[in-house]
């Protein structure tokens, strides 16, 4: 499957974006898709996963409560929504597919098989 991120940009601290990830060749109720982020500097960090089927979701402490991650099968598409952004929110975000993770894993960037290509968020004070 082929990812493609987009939906970055700069916003101020307190305010919202929304990134979406199309999806395109072959997904089945198997996959989850996750989000990612890496900031300078900095290891990769897991955001947020969506189980394709059924909507399980996870987010990591971090910006639990302030994004919300979605889907809409009929565009294959994965959105997050970020809210009271904040200024360590800036990073790339990348959007993943996996297939077959069970929960407990969902947060583990080595069991996604694919990755779209990085989209850049900026927040500023």
């Known amino acids: 499957v082929q990812l493609q991120a987009y939906g970055g940009g700069l916003v101020q601290a307190g305010g919202s974006l929304r990134l979406s990830c199309a999806a395109s060749?072959?997904?089945?109720?198997?996959?989850?898709m996750g989000w990612f982020r890496q900031a300078p500097g900095k290891e990769r960090e897991f955001v947020a996963a969506?189980?394709?089927?059924?909507?399980?979701?996870t987010y990591s402490d971090a910006v639990k409560g302030r994004f919300t991650i979605s889907k809409d099968m009929a565009k294959n598409t994965v959105y997050l929504q970020m809210n009271n952004l904040k200024l360590e929110d800036t990073a790339d975000y990348y959007c993943?597919?996996?297939?077959?993770?069970?929960?407990?894993?969902?947060?583990?960037?080595?069991?996604?098989?694919?990755w779209g290509q990085g989209t850049l968020v900026t927040v500023s004070s």
């Open positions: 993943a597919a996996g297939r077959s993770l069970i929960t407990s894993s969902m947060s583990n960037p080595s069991r996604y098989g694919s």
């Open positions: 060749g072959r997904t089945d109720s198997n996959y989850v």
């Open positions: 969506i189980k394709w089927s059924g909507g399980s979701r």
